[in-house]
């Protein structure tokens, strides 16, 4: 991800969980404090495809991270994002409710007839009544804007339809075809 992985400890991983991506760190950026490690950019989702993430986002594993402004435009360079399900609510663990979360997958093409592919992005905003609070807040003096920020966690599905892998070990679909192949023994290689 560029010069942010230089100062992170050996044996980083980043998998934070979804209260802990609203709380720790998207809550963090509304309010303009500093986060540590801050390993998190800023990066305008849209122009981009999903697979054109790489080097640009946060990367762990097969998931990319990164904050973006919250827009309704959806349209990449070559396809767009469409929301699947209705938005879902992220409580902490004292049973809070501190976010939601949006679902959508990415479709090749124009809407609306694009192809389906199996890049997921999930799109984390902090919950209306945190919103409410930054709204009082501004008439105090602060000058937050919880509204304009989300943070993303994008990553591909693997093709049997199951749920993602965490462990960053999941096959690419051209991985599992070339694995799947049983006549091995028979390649003979150049000597």
């Not at 991506?21 to 849209?46: N, S, T």
């Not at 986002?57 to 469409?82: D, H, V």
């Not at 799109?123 to 409410?132: A, I, Q």
């Not at 960053?168 to 991985?175: I, K, N, Q, V």
Request: with cysteine; aromatic share 10%; net charge negative.
């Amino acid at each position: 991800m560029g010069d942010k992985n230089v100062n992170l400890p050996p044996g980083f991983r980043f998998c934070p969980t979804d209260e802990e991506l609203v709380v720790h760190f998207l809550h963090r950026k509304a309010e303009l404090l500093p986060c540590h490690p801050d390993v998190i950019p800023d990066l305008d989702l849209y122009p981009y495809d999903p697979w054109d993430l790489d080097g640009k986002a946060m990367a762990e594993g097969n998931k990319w991270y990164f904050y973006s402004r919250r827009t309704q435009n959806r349209i990449s360079n070559n396809g767009y994002w469409k929301q699947v399900d209705v938005d879902e609510p992220i409580f902490t663990s004292c049973s809070e409710k501190v976010g939601m979360k949006k679902h959508c997958v990415f479709y090749i093409g124009e809407p609306p007839e694009g192809v389906k592919t199996n890049w997921t992005l999930q799109e984390f905003r902090l919950s209306d009544s945190t919103s409410s609070s930054s709204r009082s807040s501004k008439r105090r003096g602060h000058s937050k804007d919880y509204s304009k920020w989300v943070v993303c966690r994008v990553y591909e599905r693997d093709c049997g339809g199951g749920d993602d892998v965490d462990d960053g070990t999941e096959l690419s679909c051209l991985d599992e075809a070339f694995l799947s192949l049983d006549d091995l023994d028979e390649i003979s290689l150049p000597d």
